[in-house]
């Protein structure tokens, strides 16, 4: 029988409970899944595969899928940097020439903007009414990518994000209501009102690297903001 080679553990913060939880780099045939996705150019499948390498490599028994976005950016930006090293390159067009640059990216040094901003929202919509939300998890965008257009989608994506309503004297948990009357709530608010929660999901939390860089064609100094976890597969 061949041998059965060790793997490194690593601990880490999940950022949006504070929770800690123990991981191990990705192996090769996890990241033949990563790079499947990668080649389909789809977000959706990539975030699939994100999803899948988070499951396997975290020792806790954790519901990936009941992450917000943000944590599993984080979460799999961390993974990365343990499984190919701290520093990838990616490939960048230069904002004055249009010329691609390849820029080394060091993953330790990616941070989240806003990660003080955690807790549920509580959002006044009138003097009677007002909403708590919590943070988009990974589950809402995923299943609301099939959506026919935009605003479907963004309504989709606030009505998922809805934990309680109060109205008057009455509670209202979402939990209790099924997804298509929390939907017709939302969709019944007056258009201020609704502007006001989809400014909560606009302010969710996010991964973000500064990458500056003087592009070798032009020598024009570039400052680009990555984020997300397309922009680190640029």
Request: glycine share 2%; hydrophobic share 35%; with cysteine.
């Amino acid at each position: 029988m061949l041998p059965q080679i060790a793997t490194p553990k690593y601990d880490m913060i999940v950022p949006s409970t504070g929770k800690p939880i123990t991981y191990r780099p990705y192996l090769v045939k996890e990241e033949k899944i990563l790079l499947i996705a990668l080649e389909s150019e789809d977000d959706t499948q990539i975030e699939n595969a994100v999803v899948q390498l988070i499951e396997a490599c975290v020792e806790e028994d954790i519901d990936v899928n009941m992450l917000t976005m943000f944590d599993v950016e984080y979460i799999f930006i961390s993974l990365r940097s343990k499984s190919v090293g701290e520093g990838i390159k990616l490939r960048t067009k230069c904002e004055s020439c249009d010329q691609p640059n390849e820029v080394k990216v060091n993953l330790d040094d990616v941070e989240i903007i806003g990660k003080d901003n955690t807790e549920v929202q509580t959002v006044k919509l009138s003097d009677d009414l007002s909403v708590v939300m919590h943070w988009p998890y990974v589950i809402n965008k995923l299943t609301t990518k099939e959506k026919t257009n935009q605003v479907e989608s963004i309504i989709a994506v606030v009505a998922k994000c809805i934990e309680t309503i109060y109205y008057g004297e009455d509670t209202y948990a979402a939990k209790d209501s099924t997804s298509r009357e929390v939907k017709e709530f939302v969709e019944n608010l007056a258009s201020d009102q609704f502007e006001k929660l989809g400014d909560v999901i606009a302010s969710m939390p996010y991964v973000s690297y500064d990458m500056n860089y003087k592009c070798e064609h032009c020598e024009k100094e570039n400052h680009v903001e990555l984020k997300g976890l397309s922009d680190f597969f640029t």
